[in-house]
């Protein structure tokens, strides 16, 4: 279970337009008060438009900078005090992939394999798994040099689940992804969420409506930083008293551009 309560981060950056005073600073405010409550066995999306915070917060689950305020825990461990520990509960699938372009398929993912602590045998039977559940047999012992996205995606993800984490984070899975990877993406998600996949508890990123709609239990919308609204699909729908989830998207979001 990942735990997300009232998250802010902001930060200071060289102010814009103009010439400042010396040591002038500007204030992004990028999350002032994300909340969110993933269980096992289910897909939680972080819905926003791009610059909504999405990112910023799935930033601080992963443990890279803390937030100025709130809490975030995974399975119970507290991510602030326990990084290494709550880290090691989760498979982590950024926005940059990151794959090590001389380094094969099977190299990519053993080399995090033994990050993890897994002896190499271990590993290497873990590849072979997630290379049948995540169609990539044909490029395992492929050089990752010269990767299609599509390919570079089922790398690091496999990458990602080697250690069998309970919990899946991903940022924007889906970008840049043609319709039989993306496809291919979905049913693997959808499975490991299953019982017979481990009941994982996942949590993705996106801006693209059709996925949320296809994929996921629960829906948090973030806008300007904020959560502003949660639920399943059909009750944000019921919630906006709209019938096209675009529609009601646009009204919980950006109420104002939605009543203009």
């Not at 492929?142 to 790398?155: N, P, V, Y």
């Not at 840049?176 to 994982?200: F, H, I, Q």
Request: some cysteine; charged content about 20%; glycine content about 10%.
């Amino acid at each position: 279970m990942i735990y997300i309560d009232n998250v802010h981060k902001q930060f200071s950056t060289p102010g814009a337009g103009g010439l400042l005073k010396r040591g002038a600073q500007r204030v992004v405010h990028a999350v002032q008060g994300v909340s969110l409550a993933a269980d096992n066995g289910r897909i939680t999306g972080l819905l926003g438009a791009n610059g909504a915070g999405k990112t910023t917060t799935l930033r601080m689950l992963a443990g890279l900078f803390a937030p100025d305020r709130g809490q975030i825990a995974v399975d119970g461990i507290a991510v602030q005090q326990a990084p290494l520990k709550a880290l090691a509960r989760m498979g982590i699938l950024g926005d940059a992939h990151g794959l090590y372009p001389r380094l094969t398929a099977r190299e990519n993912i053993l080399y995090f394999g033994r990050l993890q602590g897994m002896s190499p045998d271990a590993a290497n039977a873990r590849a072979e798994e997630l290379a049948r559940l995540l169609e990539m047999r044909a490029i395992l012992d492929r050089r990752a040099d010269g990767f299609s996205q599509g390919e570079r995606m089922k790398t690091a993800l496999a990458r990602a689940l080697v250690h069998d984490p309970a919990n899946i984070v991903l940022d924007e899975p889906t970008n840049g992804l043609d319709v039989l990877a993306t496809r291919a993406l979905r049913e693997a998600l959808r499975w490991l969420k299953s019982p017979a996949g481990g009941a994982k508890c996942i949590v993705f990123s996106t801006h693209i409506m059709q996925e949320v709609e296809q994929l996921c239990d629960e829906v948090v919308v973030v806008s300007q930083g904020r959560s502003v609204a949660r639920g399943s699909v059909p009750e944000l729908l019921a919630q906006a008293g709209e019938s096209r989830f675009e529609d009601a998207f646009v009204k919980l979001a950006f109420p104002q551009e939605a009543a203009a």
